[in-house]
């Protein structure tokens, strides 16, 4: 009796040695090849640097494309203002969801939420800003949003001060100015080309607060979206963006038309030239490593 009793435990454990093995084995695997969700956290390739992704959205804006895991791979902060979310709107002793700002205004399309977070947030930016509309992708983005930010390249950013995500084999949207300007009161009555060179000719100033001289003539790639960094916005007093932003709530102007004009000169604003048209080839080397790119930043 003894003696079987040997032999059957001698028998499991000549048969339980490679059932071990096999379960030693594919614990290493599995470890190796598929490791926990803690150690799966995206690397930040830059954690010296903070990013704020501000968007301008409405009501009926559909961020499906803005998801925890893009958010969280890509390490932008993200500050989501509601245009359809204003002081006047919010009931008595309410606040609105942290992830839907407000702005005191519902004006000017996407300058709003734009100087409203310049002016908020002043004193404490981030390193760089990436102001984006909602949409997933439109006809002006040569790459989906999510692309945008998943590729931009901050160092350029912090290089240049001021990158527009649409890159173009030549200049869109020339305008000639020809110097002349009118009353702030009266920009309603005035031809496009005044209009830009009167809010140039009250808000556009040098490093030592005078006013600079109107160019001739200004080009960008539209449309409203475009990173910046912490040192190009510093270029302006934060009375200077207040002022632009009260001039935005004040004007008689119209959404459309006072939103328009700020879209045609913020590469002005942020310290760019007049004439703002990068080459397309190294606009997208520099802006989201597509192309033949050789050499550093």
């Known amino acids: 009796m003894a003696l079987t009793s040997h032999r059957t435990r001698r028998l499991l454990l000549f048969i339980s040695k490679p059932l071990l093995s096999a379960l030693f084995v594919t614990a290493l695997l599995r470890l190796i090849f598929y490791p926990s ?4 956290k995206p690397i930040n390739p830059h954690p010296h640097l903070s990013k704020a992704l501000i968007l301008a959205t409405t009501a009926s ?19 989501i203002y509601n245009t359809s ?34 002016t908020t947030h002043y004193h404490t930016l981030p ?28 160092l350029t950013v912090l290089r240049d001060g001021y990158v527009s995500p649409r890159c ?3 200049c ?23 209009q830009i060179s009167t809010l140039l000719h009250n808000f556009w100033l040098d ?30 007093s934060l009375a200077e963006w207040e002022a632009l932003r009260d001039w935005l709530v004040q004007t008689e102007l ?16 942020f310290g760019k030239e007049a004439v703002f048209c990068p080459e397309e080839e190294k606009c997208l080397c520099d802006v989201y490593g597509v192309g033949e790119c050789g050499g550093e930043l």
């Open 254 to 269: 119209g959404s459309r038309q006072s939103g328009r004009l700020l879209e045609w000169t913020w590469h002005l604003w």
């Open 168 to 170: 173009l084999p030549g």
């Open 207 to 236: 490093k030592n607060g005078n006013r600079q001289k109107i160019p001739e003539k200004i080009a960008a790639p539209c449309c409203a979206q475009f990173a910046v960094s912490r040192e190009a916005v510093r270029r302006r």
């Open 85 to 118: 979310l204003t002081p006047s709107l919010l009931p008595q002793n309410s606040r609105s969801s942290p992830s839907q700002l407000t702005v005191p205004l519902n004006k000017g399309n996407e300058a709003m939420p734009y100087l409203t977070f310049l």
């Open 61 to 79: 804006s559909n961020l499906t494309w803005l998801t925890p895991s893009l958010i969280e791979s890509t390490h932008w902060d993200t500050y």
């Open 172 to 194: 869109e949207n020339v305008i000639e100015l020809s110097g002349d300007v009118v009353p702030l009161e009266e920009m309603g009555t005035a031809t496009r080309e005044v």
């Open 37 to 40: 969700s803690s150690s799966k």
């Open 127 to 154: 390193s760089l800003m990436f102001f984006h509309h909602d949409h997933s992708q439109a006809w002006h983005q040569p790459f989906s949003s999510s692309f945008e930010l998943r590729h931009l390249n901050p």
